[in-house]
T-cell receptor
Framework: EAGVAQSPRYKIIEKRQSVAFWCNPI?????LYWYQQILGQGPKLLIQ????????DSQLPKDRFSAERLKGVDSTLKIQPAKLEDSAVYLC?????FGTGSSYEQYFGPGTRLTVT | KQEVTQIPAALSVPEGENLVLNCSFT??????LQWFRQDPGKGLTSLLL?????REQTSGRLNASLDKSSGRSTLYIAASQPGDSATYLC????????????FGQGTTLQVKP
């Protein structure tokens, strides 16, 4: 079974530029998550989708970050304009669904390491 | 607000030692707790998931325990090997029922040959 795919793996941009990340979840997984992991910290949820609807985006900085999952499969996360503090690893995860029970177990992709200079 | 803390932040042990990693959380109303492993430059690999009704889970040399009432979990690694060197993260699935995981900051383990 193919895992969660992410691209690019690495990206270096200057502040105020824009950047986009792509994620393709495990086939059949309805729930998709984007996490931000700053160096030395644990991942923090940015946004969660169930199919193509948003479940939780309470910690997404909406003035500069946007995400979409138009067909309920793959997803893109965009930052515009980027700030120095956006330097982090952006992790995508997916699960069959969400809620209680083992079917919500999340599987993570390799991440995209963003450096903003 | 749920907060997850992992102690110690870093640990170095000689090969063959048994070791314990600690995780504490402030709100005992959780659905489950999950331990992950993260290798440098890689994503997260799930090691063990403990449902709120369970007290422990085992997989090979790994054993994770959960004490909801005290807000604590431990990950026990038996007979450590250099290949166990990685960052270990614990995460709780809180009471929001959205699947959101709240992570600790991780413990970076080095096992020396």
């Amino acid at each position: 079974e193919a895992g969660v795919a992410q691209s690019p793996r690495y990206k270096i941009i200057e502040k105020r530029q824009s950047v986009a990340f792509w994620c393709n979840p495990i086939s059949g997984h309805a729930t998709l998550y984007w996490y931000q992991q700053i160096l030395g910290q644990g991942p923090k949820l940015l946004i969660q989708f169930q199919n193509n609807g948003v479940v939780d985006d309470s910690q997404l900085p909406k003035d500069r970050f946007s995400a979409e999952r138009l067909k309920g499969v793959d997803s893109t996360l965009k930052i515009q304009p980027a700030k120095l503090e956006d330097s982090a690893v952006y992790l995508c995860a997916s699960s069959l669904t969400f809620g209680t029970g083992s079917s919500y177990e999340q599987y993570f992709g390799p991440g995209t390491r963003l450096t903003v200079t | 607000k749920q907060e997850v803390t992992q102690i110690p932040a870093a640990l170095s042990v000689p090969e063959g030692e048994n070791l314990v990693l600690n995780c504490s959380f402030t709100d005992s109303a959780i659905y489950n707790l999950q331990w992950f492993r993260q290798d440098p430059g890689k994503g997260l690999t799930s090691l063990l998931l403990i449902q709120s009704s369970q007290r422990e889970q085992t997989s090979g040399r790994l054993n994770a325990s959960l004490d909801k009432s005290s807000g604590r979990s431990t990950l026990y690694i038996a007979a450590s090997q250099p290949g166990d060197s990685a960052t270990y993260l614990c995460a709780v699935h809180g009471s929001s029922n959205t699947g959101k995981l709240i992570f600790g900051q991780g413990t970076t383990l080095q096992v020396k040959p």
